[in-house]
């Protein structure tokens, strides 16, 4: 199935190109060229090149010539041919640098250098609901560039967040597939404080998503510029645009990385004789000593000083010596069908160091292949990304494999539409699969005994407890090996354009995402029987998740005497998620062995089993007015109305308003000529915003109790809980 998927993408991209050109009109003989059909015109093709300022070829920088709708852009080495006289004007422009005009002059131009811009005040970003140029934003919005993005090798894009965005807090887990906490307004805040994401218009998983098909990130900061999401905003909004066919040939690409990841070298940790030291101190401080005056501990005897012992555990014995006869080899058993477990543990009197026993070097690499075309009528682009990255924790990974298809499609100059389509499965087991009340596995390392060696005599996994192996760090990890954690998601939108009455543009645009997800664990508690059975447990759940979002909106834009330019936008949105998820467990399973976890093959009086669901709806206004003068003067208001079932009745509704505006005092008369200042604004904005995420949708039925037929809370006021059942 992967290999035929792979062939339908690429199949897929040469059909969507073949059928764009045919729609184009333009006749065989220009597209072969690149030109535009100039026939009847005294213009002649006009060759040039177009580098940055090291010499470095420009692909698909736009040329236009200037008082016409003739544009090329150009190939991958820099070269455009494009029709033109003497004394015609070129504008030539490219992402990220500087635009020039050039004025044609005998035949041919010599090589056009662009300039990188630092800031780019011209360059289109999305900003909740509406496109906006750089110069034009009045509230705190913060861009990333992807390249910026992507230097930093890591698997998921919060992580490479990581110092791009003053005030921006990213503390990662380091977990391979783990969250990471994200805050725009610092540390302060309790409960939920994740931002909202918004890809390609609609409320998504970051962390699904391949960086390498990022085309630009926007941070959200203040209330002026994220009110407009309402309900959701308050925590900040981080906006994502990805990439989108660019008018060419079909453009071939492979981008890959491959990283290693070391462990810390060392931590400074007690030894065997240190820990006995520091407990025989710690025994005489509390004065807990035996009838002798001195401390007695199962290990390190019961004299003036600690003593490290030979054996550990033979049997129940512990604290033993060489030629001890209860150390024999002959009386060790761990299968608890031949007899009673007799395990015996050599102490390890150097210290094991279980730090870098659960901790090792791991390789991770990420490979991106993507491929883009169109013209002017018709654009695509379609990824194929894998990741592999390995955790430094034994048996930790995160296998991603993505594949997305954007396309774009125009009717005419009115009809247009579209899509942004990913298809990405994860493999991602936890730790926290393994987590219960010993706590997880790294602060074993940090509070395992170091006398205790990894396995027994026989190369068993060694524990300080029989009734347990959760004392083991290694062994945990070892035996979540094979745990499963799979995600299969769908996430994406359809959305279609059209324009109307020459300053209206009227947008619908319908997107969601559908998670299935399986888990199963796994644990061996210990060598002995849990009724005649090996002592195990297994929990086996899946279930999905599906959200939809639909949302309309009308914009109309205009510029009133070449000064005064207003946009207004005003819509509806509507927002529906539901989830379900079932699951079950059973202990004392007849073998652990791995083709055998099946539920039905554990002892069915142990059985326990769950099953839940959730739904929620928000339904929202959208409207929100901008104003400019003379490109200095920026003013933006926005009103949103959201409804949300979380809520009461008699508070599921909330207005959101928020006002901003800014002042380029670089454009004013008595700073135009400072050349050491390029761009000065001045912002001020005021907003109101919320958040729901804090709150269960079931609140209103659980907040006094657990369940519906056990409630507790203070009825008389006294601060003593009242329990009320079955009411």
Excluded: C
């Excluded at 894009?157 to 990213?170: D, F, I, K, S």
């Excluded at 760090?473 to 070892?478: K, S």
């Excluded at 202990?587 to 002892?603: A, E, I, S």
């Excluded at 079931?698 to 079955?726: E, M």
């Amino acid at each position: 199935m992967p290999k035929l998927f792979v062939i339908w993408v690429f199949l897929s991209a040469f059909v969507l190109n073949a059928w764009s050109q045919k729609n184009t009109g333009q006749k065989n003989d220009s597209l072969k060229s690149g030109l535009p059909n100039t026939e009847g015109t005294s213009r002649k093709a006009i060759t040039g090149k177009v580098t940055d300022v090291t010499g470095l070829p420009l692909w698909g920088a736009g040329i236009v010539l200037m008082g016409t709708n003739i544009r090329v852009a150009t190939n991958p080495d820099g070269s455009f041919a494009i029709p033109a006289k003497k004394g015609d004007v070129l504008h030539i422009s490219s992402i990220g640098y500087k635009s020039r005009q050039i004025e044609i002059g005998n035949g041919f131009i010599r090589d056009v250098l662009l300039e990188q811009s630092i800031i780019n005040l011209d360059e289109v970003l999305v900003t909740g609901y509406i496109t906006q140029k750089v110069k034009e934003i009045t509230g705190s919005v913060a861009v990333i560039k992807p390249k910026d993005l992507t230097a930093v090798p890591a698997g998921q894009v919060e992580q490479m967040l990581q110092g791009r965005v003053a005030g921006l807090n990213v503390i990662t887990s380091g977990m391979p597939g783990g969250g990471s906490n994200v805050r725009v307004h610092g540390i302060g805040n309790f409960g939920d404080v994740t931002p909202l994401y918004i890809i390609d218009g609609v409320q998504g998983n970051i962390n699904n998503l391949n960086p390498g098909d990022i085309e630009s990130l926007q941070v959200l900061k203040d209330a002026g510029a994220y009110s407009i999401y309402g309900v959701r905003g308050a925590n900040g909004v981080i906006v994502i645009t990805t990439k989108s066919g660019k008018i060419g040939k079909t453009k071939l690409s492979y981008d890959f990385n491959i990283g290693r990841t070391t462990p810390l070298k060392g931590l400074d940790l007690l030894n065997p004789k240190e820990t006995g030291d520091l407990t025989w101190l710690a025994l005489k401080n509390s004065g807990q000593v035996a009838a002798n005056g001195n401390p007695n501990d199962p290990y390190y005897g019961n004299g003036p000083m600690p003593v490290l012992p030979d054996y550990l555990i033979a049997g129940s014995h512990t604290g033993l010596f060489e030629g001890d006869p209860r150390v024999n080899p002959d009386l060790y058993n761990v299968d608890f069908t031949g007899g009673d477990i007799y395990q015996i543990i050599r102490a390890n009197k150097t210290g094991t160091d279980w730090f870098h026993e659960i901790f090792k070097p791991a390789i991770s690499q990420n490979h991106t292949i993507t491929g883009s075309g169109g013209n002017d009528k018709n654009k695509y682009l379609f990824s194929l990304g894998y990741l592999d990255q390995q955790g430094t924790l034994l048996y930790t990974y995160l296998k991603r494999f993505t594949a997305r298809i954007n396309t774009t499609f125009s009717v005419n100059d009115k009809i247009s539409f579209g899509e942004n389509l990913q298809l990405s499965h994860r493999d991602n087991p936890q730790v926290a699969t393994q987590q219960g009340p010993n706590g997880n596995e790294i602060d074993g390392a940090l509070s395992t005994e170091p006398i205790l060696p990894v396995y027994d005599i026989r190369g068993n996994w060694a524990s300080l407890d029989v009734h347990s192996l959760a004392g083991n760090p290694v062994a945990r990890r070892f035996l979540a090996h094979d745990d499963k954690a799979n995600y299969w998601d769908v996430f994406g939108d359809g959305w279609a354009e059209i324009n109307f009455l020459k300053n209206f543009t009227f947008r619908t645009q319908f997107g969601g995402s559908l998670t299935y997800h399986y888990f199963y664990n796994y644990i061996m508690f210990s060598y002995l029987s849990n009724n005649g059975l090996p002592n195990n447990s297994f929990t086996e759940s899946s279930g999905y998740q599906r959200s939809y979002t639909w949302t309309n909106t009308v914009n109309f834009s205009k510029i009133f005497n070449n000064d005064h330019t207003v946009k207004v936008l005003a819509g509806t949105e509507y927002i529906s998620n539901y989830n379900r998820q079932l699951g079950g467990n059973r202990t004392g399973f007849f073998t652990n062995d791995v083709n055998y976890r099946f539920l039905t093959n554990g002892n069915p009086s142990t059985q326990t089993n769950y099953s839940f669901a959730g739904i929620s709806t928000l339904s929202s206004f959208i409207s929100s007015a901008n104003y400019q003068f003379k490109n200095k003067y920026y003013f933006t208001a926005t009103l949103r109305n959201d409804g949300s079932s979380v809520f009461g009745p008699e508070n599921r509704y909330g207005w959101f308003p928020s006002v901003s505006a800014a002042w380029r005092l670089t454009q004013e008369n008595f700073l135009q000529q400072q050349s050491w200042l390029t761009e000065l604004k001045l912002r001020a904005s005021w907003g109101k915003s919320g958040f729901y995420g804090n709150t269960d949708p079931q609140n209103q039925y659980t907040l006094y109790g657990g369940t519906v037929a056990d409630s507790y809370y203070d009825i008389y006021g006294i601060s003593s809980r009242i329990y009320s059942t079955g009411f």
